[in-house]
């Protein structure tokens, strides 16, 4: 049994799915299916069935004559139960077969039929070396981008509101045993940064922080409560392992996204990272992130100490079975003062072509250009963005203490000049939602074609 099959993931053999028209709907539906021992996933609304970002459930076929009924029983506004074969189709018309191998072709075949790619199809995609075929699989990723998530990107912000942290991956620049200045935001600083977001209309901040006990459920609760009264911003929380009772109590707090990496799918590779973690604590984690309601953000790092191509294609296979609505992919970068310094950081070729195959494997997802690939190489965020991503995340943490969140050396500080020269280097557009006055009033320049 290879080691996922034990946390029965895709069991689903003839999938349908239930789609609902608000996530609380959706939430009611699942605990009547858990009630009704109706097997079930929450997964991403697939291309064409619901917007991206929303969460549809997914069961077997057998049920699908109880799962209209109770629907029809308990009165749930749904949009619909669906066969996850009626799949949406991709254009791919458009890639020059010239030069491409007769098993690239194949595979591109099938991306476009949306069939769902086997192990040795996403291993063939990952080892791709010859510039031609490199070009086909970005180019593939670019246009299920388009057509997933448009051209608009995503952008988002980062409070890294606490650098303590009780853990010592071995990777990580703020380890515990890491000497170094460690800071604490107070509420009022953390709102105070939340409203200079606001100001400049980001919709979605994130609160990210070491695994650091001193913010309570209660302290955090309390400021999800602040953000969600005054400005009714989407919050993502990244804050570690917690007590599996506490995310439901975020999630009613007002808690949207949770981003909790898996970092590596394999759990041996997890085990020689994480010298205070256990792999199956945080799959079960993450599972109870999903079951409260809140979207996972996953993803891991490239280029690990240790780490092969199929240890990647494992990674992808367990973002797209698990579920995963924000997936991040970034390089590897040694820290000073860790266990990893003297480690060789991730490649970007393959960085790359992990961020086109996560796209063309989970499709309807948000993907970030990670921070991590702006500071690897500064041109390779916009290359992030042309290769399936399209979500920036702004490095919101205050001047004076950001430079003390360096989890890896020489950290890009992406700021919105930044992103706004990604956004235009990849030929994309601002969100509609930013309040580009305002912006321009800061001092930022803002070329006319990225707003539309
Ligand atoms: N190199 C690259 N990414 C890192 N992260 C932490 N340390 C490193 C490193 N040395 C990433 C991990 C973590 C996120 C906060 O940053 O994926 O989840
Ligand atoms: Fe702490 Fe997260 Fe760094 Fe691990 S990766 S040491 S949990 S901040």
Redesign the pocket.
Known sequence: MRILDKFNLNTIDRPYILVCSSNSQMLFAKELMDKAKIENQLIPTPKGFGGVCTTAIKFPEDHTQEVAGLTATYGLEIEGIYPMTSRYKYDLSTIEAKGLSDRLMEILSRISENAELDRDEIKYLLEIEDETEYKALLQAADIIRRECVGQHIELRAAIEFSNY?S???NY?G???DKKMTRYRMSEEDILGEVDLLNRIGIKTVILQS??DSYYTAEKIIKIIKKIKGKYGMQITLSI?ERNNNEFALFREAGVNNYLLKIETANRELFQQLHPDDDFELRVAQSRQIKDAGIRLGSGGMVGLPGQTIDHLVEDIIFQRDFGVHMIGFGPFLPAKGTPYEAMPPGDLRLSLKMIAVARIVCQHVFLPATTAIASLNPEAQALALMAGANTIMLVSTPKELRNNYQ?YSNKNMVDLSFAIKSVQEAGRKLPKYLNFKYIEELGYKIPKELIE
Do not use: A, S
């Open positions: 942290c853990k010592n991956c990580c703020v380890r515990r070491g695994e570690g989890i």
